[in-house]
T-cell receptor, first 112, second 115 residues
Framework: DVKVTQSSRYLVKRTGEKVFLECVQD?????MFWYRQDPGLGLRLIYF???????EKGDIPEGYSVSREKKERFSLILESASTNQTSMYLC???????????FGSGTRLTVV | AQSVAQPEDQVNVAEGNPLTVKCTYS??????LFWYVQYPNRGLQFLLK??????LVKGSYGFEAEFNKSQTSFHLKKPSALVSDSALYFC?????????????FGAGTRLAVHP
């Protein structure tokens, strides 16, 4: 089975901190995605990447950046965390030319 | 604009009864439609998809979904609900934007199956 691993299950950070959320997939997938999940809003796409060193903005990129230096790893960076970034963050991946995504278990981030 | 609507925040069903979780969509071109399920403290799991072909699609755990082009709907169904089906369900549609394919998700519907 494909595994998408998010390094932290729960995180608590202070306002203004720089926060790194890590995601690793083990099946050589080209495509990787970061979503945030909020009640009543579903999942919203923050950033995605279709190849190493490539990144594209999703629907809500403000306040976030990403890094993909290796194919298996896609990092989400909160440059200066704010309380409105408290959320569940989900990473996903899939191979090019396919339709289904494999999701990680999520990181619940609380910014205080 | 592309969108997915799940009109019910929560659906309550008695165990053994049939269940339906509703989804409607708006997308340019032919829709590629998906259902995912999320159990507590877990990521999303793929249930089923419609790409083309038969309007009734069968998926995991006994779920199925019916694509209706005229009503732009893709409702999730199961003939006999189990308590273990209680979870959060998301409908999603693939759309093409900015040179890339992306998935847009509905807000989610919480399914509660009572013994």
């Amino acid at each position: 089975d494909v595994k998408v691993t998010q390094s932290s299950r729960y995180l608590v950070k202070r306002t203004g901190e720089k926060v790194f959320l890590e995601c690793v997939q083990d099946m050589d997938h080209e495509n990787m995605f970061w979503y945030r999940q909020d009640p009543g809003l579903g999942l919203r796409l923050i950033y995605f990447s279709y190849d190493v060193k490539m990144k594209e903005k999703g629907d809500i990129p403000e306040g976030y950046s990403v890094s993909r230096e290796k194919k298996e790893r896609f990092s989400l960076i909160l440059e200066s965390a704010s309380t409105n970034q408290t959320s569940m963050y989900l990473c996903a991946s899939n191979p090019s030319g396919t339709y289904g995504y494999t999701f990680g278990s999520g990181t619940r981030l609380t910014v205080v | 604009a592309q969108s997915v609507a799940q009109p019910e925040d929560q659906v309550n069903v008695a165990e053994g009864n049939p269940l339906t979780v509703k989804c409607t969509y708006s997308v340019s071109g032919n829709p590629y439609l998906f259902w995912y399920v999320q159990y507590p403290n877990r990521g999303l799991q793929f249930l089923l998809k419609y790409i083309t072909g038969d309007n009734l699609v069968k998926g995991s755990y006994g779920f199925e979904a019916e694509f209706n082009k005229s009503q732009t709907s893709f409702h999730l169904k199961k003939p006999s609900a189990l308590v273990s089906d209680s979870a959060l369900y998301f409908c999603a549609v693939r759309y093409f934007s900015g040179g890339y394919n992306k998935l847009i998700f509905g807000a989610g519907t919480r399914l509660a199956v009572h013994p």
